[in-house]
């Protein structure tokens, strides 16, 4: 099992910047590939970063240019740098992680982006 905490959410100006943090524990050695995805109300969750086992990152289009992912080396946690926020950035983030068997989640942190 592995447990995932976010924390970093909360109320930014349209233009302002945030960084989300995610601190796995648990069987991390399992984990193949971390990120981020989002759900804001009324919509589908999507995808906004993960970073891939091997060192690629799969983006959401929305995110390229203006966020920016990180993971510890020994995937003890996952960041993510997002700059330039707009009111329709406002979603629950939520910190992903892919095992061999199965994927695990977050609580989600909120995240609103005032205009």
């Known amino acids: 099992q592995v447990q995932l905490v976010e924390s970093g959410g909360g109320l930014v100006q349209a233009g302002g910047s945030l960084r989300l943090s995610c601190a796995a524990s648990?069987?991390?050695?399992?984990?193949?590939?971390m990120g981020w995805y989002r759900q804001a109300p009324g919509k589908q969750r999507e995808l906004v970063a993960v970073s891939v086992s091997g060192g690629t990152t799969n983006w959401g289009d929305f995110a390229k240019g203006r966020f920016t992912v990180s993971r510890d080396k020994d995937d003890r946690g996952v960041f993510l740098e997002m700059k330039d926020l707009r009111p329709d950035d406002t979603a629950v983030y939520y910190c992903?992680?892919?095992?061999?068997?199965?994927?695990?989640w977050g609580q989600g942190t909120q995240v609103t982006v005032s205009s």
């Open positions: 648990g069987d991390i050695i399992t984990i193949i590939n």
């Open positions: 992903y992680a892919r095992a061999r068997l199965r994927a695990y």
